[in-house]
């Protein structure tokens, strides 16, 4: 899961290098020196911006200066790290073909199959519900599948053994997967890149306080 502690982790020793910078017309690199490991840059023209490097690669369109659209996650921003999954990816216009933009969420999908089997038993007889549960589990049916296509596919095909129907022919309205790991990961890294270009503007990293405390000013 690519949470705050997570990519934290993965951008500790990173360096920002603005390698241009004329108005919205950016690209910004930020990575360890000397290594390749979840560097990333940000490209910024008129209403896009693009986020590419060691993570893949999405691009985003909205506002004239995407950095503004990315900046108010919220009104905390300063202080707190607020991605917004579902109103950011509304805004995707290309996608990382590796990473994709959504995944399996292995916990939606084991809510979802329990609450379809217990809807399908309810009114049931208590042999017939044992039946039908027995039945599921065997056609594996509370395990977790590897993808999004595979858990539907299963639970569509299935035939109750009681029933001798399908009773989970419309599986595919319930939401049982997630952004994607590539995805969020870049969210996080956007929001944080931004952040780190602000304070430079701003003349708020620790080297400028330590030039500021030597030249005597406050």
Known sequence: MADEIRFRHDVRGHEMTIELDQGVHRCIRFGRPGSSTYYFRLVTWPGYLAF?????????ARLYDMFDFFRFAGPEYDRDDRINEGYWSEKLTAICKHGGMEELDERAYSEAIRNAIS???SGMSLSDAKLVVS???DAELFDEPS??????QRAMSWR???????????FWDYRITKASFRLVWAMRAIQWGIKQYDLVKQGRT?????????????
């Open 135 to 137: 039945g599921a589990r």
């Open 206 to 218: 620790q080297a400028d306080h330590d030039r500021r405390v030597l030249a005597g000013e406050r």
């Open 52 to 60: 590419s490097g060691d993570c893949g690669s999405y691009t985003f």
């Open 160 to 170: 109750c053994p009681a029933t001798h129907r399908y009773p989970l022919g419309d």
């Open 119 to 121: 809807c399908h038993i």
């Open 147 to 152: 993808n999004e296509q595979e858990a539907i």
